[in-house]
């Protein structure tokens, strides 16, 4: 599996920067997208990533649902309350 918190961004004068990898995890708080948490963390935790150009977004009606689950990984994830069907709030948390 490609690790993508490494992957480089080549500029037109030939510079290499990093590339910050954002990954949107919808309904963090069910059953489904905890799993898919659950299995990016262990990518996370496994590949030893401790920069800040890789996040997982846990997207979330209600922040309190997942109060206390992921504290200890805070800086590889971030918890959004937003509504999936709000285009707006989407665009918001993805920038």
Same mark, same amino acid.
């Given at each position: 599996?490609?690790? #993508? %918190? =490494?992957? /480089?961004?080549?500029? +037109? *004068?030939?510079? !290499? =920067?990093? $590339?910050? !990898?954002?990954?949107?995890? $919808?309904?963090?708080?069910?059953?489904?997208?905890?799993?898919?948490?659950?299995? @990016?963390?262990?990518? #996370? &935790?496994?590949?030893? &990533?401790?920069?800040?150009? #890789?996040? +997982?977004?846990?997207? $979330?009606?209600?922040?309190?649902? @997942?109060?206390?689950? /992921?504290?200890? #990984?805070?800086? %590889? +994830?971030?918890?959004?309350? %937003?509504?999936?069907? *709000? /285009?707006?709030?989407?665009?918001? !948390?993805?920038?």
């Amino acid at each position: 599996m490609q690790n #993508y %918190a =490494e992957m /480089y961004n080549t500029n +037109i *004068d030939g510079a !290499v =920067e990093k $590339t910050m !990898v954002k990954v949107l995890v $919808t309904g963090a708080s069910g059953f489904i997208g905890s799993g898919v948490v659950s299995k @990016l963390l262990s990518v #996370y &935790i496994s590949h030893n &990533i401790s920069n800040n150009n #890789y996040k +997982i977004l846990c997207l $979330t009606r209600n922040k309190e649902s @997942l109060r206390g689950r /992921y504290e200890k #990984y805070n800086g %590889a +994830i971030q918890i959004v309350e %937003a509504d999936v069907q *709000d /285009y707006s709030q989407l665009v918001k !948390v993805m920038n």
